[in-house]
């Protein structure tokens, strides 16, 4: 007979390699065929509620890593509340409208201002449905689970009719108005833009000094004095119309080499290095206020500029007086209708100068610039022109300038809810505290948010004017409007004349002719995404409003979280959300934001096909997202590893259950030995801290330290490494053999159900191979934790053995180091404690030597003198000697009764009396 046929070497058909990019892909079209998110609703029903509301990616190209972190992140969430008793549905959802798409077919060759304006919008559709199939199947292939038959898409009729319908709210309540005010203009997407589509990047600008020549000094200012300004948009001039001054600041007459100018006393030391003034006398002082009314000549245009007063004057640059243009600049259009100057905003949409700027007409705005520099510079006026580097801001899709122009455009005000915002603000749980301030000041700071843009691709704002150029907005046609919406999509709103898309009947005073035209603006696309706390939380019975959490990426505090809030609270006067949780960005090893042009993007879908969606998952749960995360290939090759360690941890507990019949073999907690005890309590405290600390934090990374770590140094360095002189060696039923078995299922089943919202394909594959009722560990329910009755006194007993076999460990080491011993079954060790430790050791009743896995072990009593060569510790000393005796060929432990056996002669006592009892035939007919 055959030495390991008398071992019980564990079996199982639990592969060691994973081959997940196959695999995966057959499990999740099982699940779909089973639809396993389908009856895990089933089974919750009635449970309390969590809403995690899925904020809307964009519906353009692949997945990049960020979309991976946000959306496997929140699925982790979702299943982790749906096993711990939740009803915890997850509705995904896109974000469809908007100018990228309408980019996509402009390269494509299509020409939207060609062709039917419906037509062109069915265009955009088709386009973005596409885009969001590629993406679903992404995030599927991510393993999110999820209601993906039945996502909220924004443009579906019921989504836009339920935004309709906000804007109709707001509008009711007065929030929304039309005005003439500068903001934030993107001439490369020919669109006004919210502060959200903002970036600021650095760009080369022209700094320049002008002089505007007196026209009217009154009695202040001697005909032949020059205000200086300075800008460094010379491409605003043509719109001056007038100079700011600080009513409360001194203001000084200088001559200059030979010319007067007025600048603030306190910049004159500054103005004059800046400009290079050689010889300087102040002629005399004036108090702002003393300016106020007096006029300039424009430098180059037949017009004055008149002297204003402005609080927003400052000293930080400049001169003290600031060049004014209200159809350029916010502080500018302020001031300027304190005083009913008259906006002027000569660039049009595309950034083009109109007839309004005479010499300029048809000049793109920054073409402009060196133009005006050389015009002021002939005619005397231009006093310094120098270049400088500064933070600009710009259009966030398309990376280009934007400028501040004046134009009509529809506005939410935001002055008239700010308070509440603010209010709802405060009752929100900031899981990053951070993100409360930073929104709180964002809203507090932020002015009226323009909603209006000029372009196709989006939803049309419901307002129709009358023959008198009177705007229509009431409850009963934003109403109707949303029905016909509901029923026909936005784009009947182009495929129909304004009477049309009216009540039948519809009259108003401004109308006698009854002739009504219709607007032609669209939505900003932050309004579609920020009204889906009505199309999505209130219009889906298996949801509910408010959410628990949104979470997105920090990007969001200035884009969805900053919408929803303010048209939640417009209309229902209270956050979307009782919780707010971001994320950081995925960047590059060197902490640059991944793109393609700097080839440093990782993308999904090629992780998932070289190493596993688990990989990827497994990865999202080791980072703390709360910042920006560094990765790249190596970073998901080491997760690989770890991941590796996990999944082969796991092989060897189910090898070694292959024979246990938990129904049959189970070992009840009071007859377990003390140290598989401590291994029930070791992973009961695992639980608490993952659930408590890790997943009820969203602390993932906690999730993922606790696993690592009890499956390391708990299982694989501790005790599943001496635990294989137990489950290989004893009998088959042998108490202790049953008992470590015991132990090792409970911990299967519980580290299984634990990984399942991080690894869910994984903890698939290992379910199919457990003894539970569930088909799919998806379908059950999370562990809870005990406290044992004995805990307290098992951990004490335990944590102070470990401390002494921290000790073993390295006296065994420098025994190794010093060629005594090579491996650990070579040694007998002596322990010398003291009185303590002696008694924890005794109280253990634990045979230690098959714990520190060696072959003999002595424990002396505290009197006994230690021996100069042993290891000295604080409360023991250490004696590593070679053990006596030969090797056992079967439990490969040297002992000094091998061969007492005359029919086993290879083998000890122990191994003797096993294969005696257990296999007779070994003993008739010899081990080979």
């Known amino acids: 007979m055959k030495m390991k046929e008398t071992l019980h070497l564990g079996k199982t058909s639990f592969p060691m390699r994973g081959n997940l990019p196959v ?37 353009n190209g692949n997945i990049h890593l960020g979309h991976a972190l946000n959306k496997v992140s929140k699925d982790i969430i979702v299943r982790f509340k749906s096993m711990s008793g939740f009803r915890a549905p997850f509705v995904p959802g896109w974000d469809t409208h908007g100018l990228p798409i309408e980019q996509v077919l402009t390269k494509k060759g299509v020409k939207r201002k060609e062709m039917p304006r419906a037509e062109y919008l069915e265009m955009c559709k088709e386009y973005a449905l596409s885009q969001v199939d590629k993406q679903r199947n992404d995030f599927k292939r991510l393993g999110v689970s999820g209601d993906w038959n039945n996502p909220y898409i924004t443009l579906t009729p019921d989504y836009e009719a339920a935004q309709i319908r906000v804007f109709g709210k707001m509008a009711e309540k007065g929030y929304i108005y039309k005005g003439l005010k500068p903001i934030y203009w993107s001439p490369s997407s ?104 007096l006029t300039a000549q424009h430098p180059f245009y037949d017009r004055e500029s008149r002297l204003i007063l402005g609080d927003h004057v400052t000293l930080d640059a400049g001169t003290g007086l600031v060049h004014t243009a209200p159809g350029h600049g916010e502080d500018d259009y302020i001031v300027c209708r304190k005083y009913g100057i008259e906006v002027i905003s000569p660039v049009d949409s595309r950034g083009c100068y109109t007839d309004e700027a005479p010499g300029f007409e048809g000049i793109f705005y920054d073409k402009a610039n060196p133009m005006i520099t050389e015009m002021l510079e002939e005619s005397g006026h231009l006093l310094k022109l120098d270049f400088f580097t500064h933070s600009y801001p710009h259009d966030w899709r398309t990376k280009k300038p934007v400028i501040y122009r004046a134009t009509p455009q529809w506005f939410a005000s935001i002055d008239k809810f700010r308070g509440d915002i603010l209010s709802e603000i405060e009752k929100v749980d900031w899981i990053i505290p951070w993100g409360r301030t930073r929104l709180y000041n964002m809203v507090r700071d932020r002015g009226d948010w323009v909603i209006s843009r000029q372009r196709a691709w989006g939803v049309p704002l419901p307002v129709f004017y009358a023959e008198s150029g009177e705007a229509i907005i009431t409850p ?90 303010t048209t939640s609270v417009a209309i229902n006067g209270v956050a979307p959300y009782k919780a707010v949780l971001s994320q950081g960005f995925t960047l590059d090893p060197q902490g640059r934001k991944q793109s393609k042009s700097l080839g440093n993007t990782i993308e999904p879908n090629k992780v998932t ?100 770590n009890f499956c390391t140094n708990d299982l694989s360095a501790f005790y599943l490494d001496f635990a294989k002189d137990v489950v290989y060696i004893e009998a088959v039923d042998n108490h202790e053999r049953r008992a470590m078995q015991t132990v090792f299922y409970d911990i299967l089943v519980t580290l299984t159900k634990l990984m399942t919202p991080i690894l869910p394909f994984t903890s698939e594959e290992i379910w199919s191979h457990l003894q539970e009722k569930e088909e799919y560990v998806q379908l059950s329910e999370l562990p809870g934790y005990d406290t044992y009755p004995d805990q307290e006194d098992i951990m004490e007993l335990w944590d102070g053995f470990m401390e002494v076999r921290t000790n073993v460990l390295k006296a065994l080491e420098e025994a190794r180091n010093s060629k005594l011993i090579g491996k650990s079954f070579e040694a007998k060790v002596t322990i010398y404690p003291n009185e303590p430790k002696a008694m924890l050791l005794n109280a253990l009743n634990t045979n230690l030597a098959q714990v520190l896995i060696v072959s003999d ?48 002669p290879t083998l000890c006592d122990r191994c003797a009396e096993i294969v005696e009892t257990n296999y007779p035939e070994a003993v008739a007919e010899g081990l080979e």
């Open 190 to 293: 020919e669109s006004s833009l919210a502060e959200a589509e903002i970036e600021y990047k650095d760009i080369k600008s022209a700094s320049i000094y002008v002089a505007f020549d007196v026209k009217d000094g009154g009695d202040v200012l001697d005909s032949d004095t020059s205000f200086v300004i300075w800008t460094t948009t010379p491409w605003t001039l043509p719109a001056n119309l007038a100079i700011s001054v600080n009513p409360e600041y001194v203001y000084v007459v200088v001559e200059a080499d030979g010319k007067k100018f007025v600048v603030a006393k306190e910049l004159l030391e500054t103005v004059t290095k800046e400009i290079g003034w050689e010889t300087v006398s102040v002629i005399k002082e004036i108090k702002g206020t003393e300016l106020e009314n």
């Open 476 to 565: 009963e046609t934003t109403e109707y409007v949303a029905n016909l919406f509901a029923e026909y999509g936005s784009k009947v709103w182009f495929e129909r004349e304004a009477k049309e898309l009216l009540p039948e009947g519809f009259t108003h005073p401004g109308s006698p002719n009854g002739e009504f035209t219709k607007e032609t603006d669209i939505m900003d696309v932050w309004f579609d995404s920020g009204s889906s706390h009505e199309a999505v939380l209130k219009g889906r019975s298996d949801l509910s409003f408010p959410a628990d959490l949104y979470l997105e990426g920090s990007d969001q505090y200035r884009g969805w979280f900053n919408s929803s809030i």
């Open 609 to 708: 096909n070289q190493m596993g969606a688990d990989i990827l998952r497994l990865w999202v749960s080791s980072v703390d997202y709360e910042s920006d995360v560094k990765v790249d290939m190596n970073t998901l090759t080491q997760i690989a590893e770890v991941y590796r360690k996990i999944r082969n941890t796991m092989r060897f507990l189910l090898a070694n259950t292959s024979d246990f019949d938990v129904k049959k073999d189970r070992v009840e907690y009071d007859k377990l030995r003390s140290v598989d005890k401590y291994m029930m309590i070791r992973l009961n405290d695992t639980v608490k801290t993952i659930r408590d600390k890790g997943y009820e934090n969203y602390s993932f990374s906690t999730v993922y330290k606790s696993l690592v």
């Open 23 to 59: 695999r995966e892909v057959e499990w999740q079209k099982e699940w779909e065929e089973k639809d396993l998110y389908g009856q895990r609703q089933k089974l919750n029903e009635g449970k309390p509620t969590f809403i995690l509301h899925d904020g809307p990616p964009y519906a």
């Open 857 to 904: 072990l002595v424990v002396e009593k505290p009197t006994t003198e230690v021996p100069e060569e042993a290891v000295r510790f604080n409360d023991v000393a250490i004696l590593v000697e070679s053990a006596q005796g030969e090797t056992c060929q079967r439990c490969r432990a040297i002992k000094e009764d091998v061969g007492s056996h005359k029919d086993l």
